[in-house]
């Protein structure tokens, strides 16, 4: 089992900055891809970003350039740095790890429980 927990939501103006931050605890964590997901009031949970366990990343095309992931498996923790925010980005922020990885939900095995990012116009 791995627990996670997100931190790093808030209140932001567009163009502005924030940094989202998911604590892993339980199985080993490097072991594991990574994934963030975004979930819009009324809408499906979507693809953001993935990390794989070797360092691969891939975006999905409305962040790309304006957000990064990455993670630190020492302290197996893994971060979403969002740039130039835009309100269409306000959302509930999901991190995820799973064996299996890609851009689908299905292969993530264990989520948080969620960080509101909201941008305002």
């Known amino acids: 089992q791995v627990q996670l927990v997100e931190s790093g939501g808030g209140l932001v103006q567009a163009g502005g900055s924030l940094r989202l931050s998911c604590a892993a605890s339980g199985r080993t964590f490097s072991r594991y891809h990574g994934a963030w997901f975004r979930q819009a009031p009324g809408q499906e949970r979507e693809f953001v970003a993935r990390l794989n366990w070797g360092g691969a990343t891939v975006y999905t095309n409305s962040v790309k350039g304006r957000f990064t992931i990455s993670r630190d498996n020492a302290k197996n923790a893994m971060h979403l740095q969002m740039s130039s925010l835009k309100p269409e980005d306000t959302a509930v922020y999901y991190c995820?790890?799973?064996?299996?990885?890609?851009?689908?939900?299905?292969?993530?095995?264990?989520w948080g429980q969620g960080t509101q990012v909201t941008v305002s116009s």
């Open positions: 995820a790890v799973g064996t299996f990885g890609g851009e689908h939900r299905s292969g993530y095995d264990y």
